[in-house]
């Protein structure tokens, strides 16, 4: 029987190896080394065009939440296909307009915006600001008041619903660091639409991530709803309401998930059914779009008997993929080839392991492999959250990704190289 696969229209096994698209993975890790991350773009697009399409009737901009990948040839390719961005800081917005995206396209989320970073969205005329506190809002005023400039807001607030997902990343919660407590919100609705200097244009949430079901959004969106109640009471009119982050994926076997479509479906019916349909509706979803679109490639070092466990040590570590230490998330390992039924290499379990000094460097626990040093390994469902979350840990050079369309592959980034990481550093004579 062959491996699971999350997503196996692009990713598919062929002669019992492992193929993205129209390339065979093993050619990808011979011509480029490993560790390496490989994506599918027409896994990319597809997972894109199914928010893109059942958004189509309604009032609508689709938000690519970059940090789960914001390598530049990606957003220019989302961007192309008509994304607007979500982004986290001002970073984030260079490479969009690096990648000759629309920055009236762009909404800013995240709790601890700068001041430069403000005034930089704001002479790029961004599309709107998610407020999550309200010295942020008064921050936003005396910026745009410099500039002699009207920003365009939307708070974010926090409608306390349990989005069933890793604490890590469960955000709408009374405990959690974002929004504002949505009993509050009027108050500070009040207080945004009396200044000269911001234009409210919407109200936003996001409560958290990897969500499967879609009740949680339901019952965020009823929250919401209730709050333009209030809000349409006082005089305050809504352009937009921004339901976050996008749906969860499959990472394991049997999981299920729901198509954005119903996402988007039950969403607008909510909406029509509370004299809201006229609303742009807006997501701002990462893991969703990239993914099942991606995988990390590796080679296998080391077959190790422990003395409870055998281990696979890898040439990928925790700076390269840091999901299942952090998460303690489960991700497939799939081999990219798969030996026949009658071989000889025994079938063992494993605790698949990183080069690096921490017991937390571990990619998968107790995986049934047939496998030998110097095979290939793919970790499945990289797209999201891999790169983006790397770093230089132990001075391990980043891996390159390489990005497949169909037959061909381009390089999207290089290998790093050491010069490079040293560049910025200075050696002192004391
Ligand atoms: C991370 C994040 C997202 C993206 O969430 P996904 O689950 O990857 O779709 C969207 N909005 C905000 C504010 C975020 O912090």
């Known amino acids: 029987m062959l491996p699971f696969l999350p997503d196996n229209k692009n990713f598919s096994y062929r002669d019992n190896e492992l193929w993205c698209e129209r390339v065979p993975l093993k050619q990808i890790a011979e011509e480029f080394g490993t560790p390496v991350y490989v994506y599918s773009y027409n896994s990319i697009k597809k997972a894109f065009l199914a928010y893109q399409q059942a958004l189509k009737p309604y009032p609508h901009l689709m938000c690519y939440a970059m940090k789960a990948n914001s390598n530049i040839a990606i957003i220019h390719l989302l961007a192309k296909l008509g994304a607007g961005f979500d982004i986290v800081s001002g970073g984030e917005l260079r490479r969009v307009i690096e990648a000759s995206g629309d920055p009236k396209k762009v909404l800013f989320s995240g709790v601890g915006k700068i001041y430069d970073e403000i005034a930089y969205a704001l002479e790029n005329d961004i599309k709107c600001f998610n407020v999550e506190s309200e010295p942020e809002l008064e921050r936003i005023i005396e910026v745009a008041k410099a500039q002699n400039k009207v920003a365009r807001i939307s708070l974010r607030v926090n409608p306390n619903v349990d989005a069933k997902t890793h604490p890590y990343i469960s955000t709408g919660l009374k405990q959690n660091k974002f929004g504002i407590a949505i009993e509050d919100a009027p108050r500070v609705y009040e207080k945004a639409s009396k200044s000269d200097f911001l234009k409210i244009t919407g109200i936003d949430c996001h409560i958290g991530s990897q969500i499967t079901d879609i009740s949680p959004f339901l019952d965020a969106c009823d929250k919401l709803l209730d709050l333009a109640d209030v809000l349409k009471s006082k005089g305050i009119e809504l352009d937009h309401i921004d339901f976050g982050g996008g749906l969860g994926i499959v990472y394991e076997e049997g999981q299920e998930v729901h198509h954005a479509s119903e996402l988007v479906e039950a969403l607008h019916q909510k909406m029509e059914n509370r004299g809201y349909g006229y609303l742009e509706m807006i997501f701002e979803a990462g893991r969703s779009i990239v993914g099942n679109s991606g995988v990390l490639v590796t080679e296998i070092q080391y077959l190790k008997e422990g003395e409870t ?122």
């Not at 570590?317 to 798969?338: C, E, G, S």
């Open 309 to 430: 466990k055998n281990f696979c040590i890898v040439d990928t570590a925790m700076n390269d993929m840091i999901r299942p230490t952090l998460y303690q998330a489960w991700m497939q390992i799939a081999p990219l080839h798969v030996y026949p039924e009658n071989c000889p290499i025994k079938e063992e379990i494993f605790d698949v392991v990183g080069p690096i000094c921490e017991t937390g460097d571990w990619l998968g626990k107790d995986r049934k492999l047939k496998v030998q040093p110097g095979d290939l390994l793919a970790v499945m469902s990289s797209g999201a959250y891999g790169m983006t979350m790397s770093s230089h840990y132990n001075t391990r050079l980043k891996p390159p990704e390489i990005l497949v369309d169909g037959a061909d592959y381009y390089v999207i980034r290089e290998r790093e190289k050491i010069e490079k990481l040293f560049s910025s550093e200075h050696i002192v004579e004391l």
